[in-house]
């Protein structure tokens, strides 16, 4: 079993920076890929960022290229999602989740955070 502890969402006004993190305690091997999606109120549940444990990282999601970013930090088996310039269209529960293999499907991970508020407003 992976418990996954996300922190760091909140309220901020468009042009903002925030940093969710996201700390694993539990089973390594399911935590081979580690990634971010968001939801937002009436939508589907969709991939951000992905990263794997060798480094690999996929940005899922075309509307944050160039303003969001992931990293990892093996040693405490955490992920991070840099997010820079929010739009209000960034405005969403934002979860973590963990798994095997890297991939941007929501099928694809076994483990899930709680999710984070982030609301993004003037």
């Known amino acids: 079993q992976v418990h996954l502890a996300e922190s760091g969402g909140g309220s901020v006004r468009p042009g903002a920076s925030l940093r969710l993190s996201c700390v694993a305690s539990?089973?390594?091997?399911?935590?081979?890929?580690m990634a971010w999606f968001r939801q937002a109120p009436g939508k589907s549940r969709e991939c951000v960022a992905a990263?794997?444990?060798?480094?690999?990282?996929?940005i899922c999601a075309d509307s944050v290229n160039g303003r969001f970013f992931i990293s990892r930090d093996n040693a405490r088996d955490a992920i991070y999602l840099h997010m820079n310039n929010l739009k209000p269209e960034d405005t969403a529960v934002y979860y973590c989740?963990?798994?095997?293999?890297?991939?941007?499907?929501?099928?694809?991970?076994?483990?899930w955070g709680q999710g984070i508020q982030v609301t993004v407003s003037s």
């Open positions: 989740a963990a798994g095997s293999s890297l991939t941007s499907t929501t099928n694809g991970y076994t483990f």
């Open positions: 990263r794997s444990r060798i480094g690999v990282t996929t």
């Open positions: 539990g089973s390594s091997s399911s935590t081979n890929a």
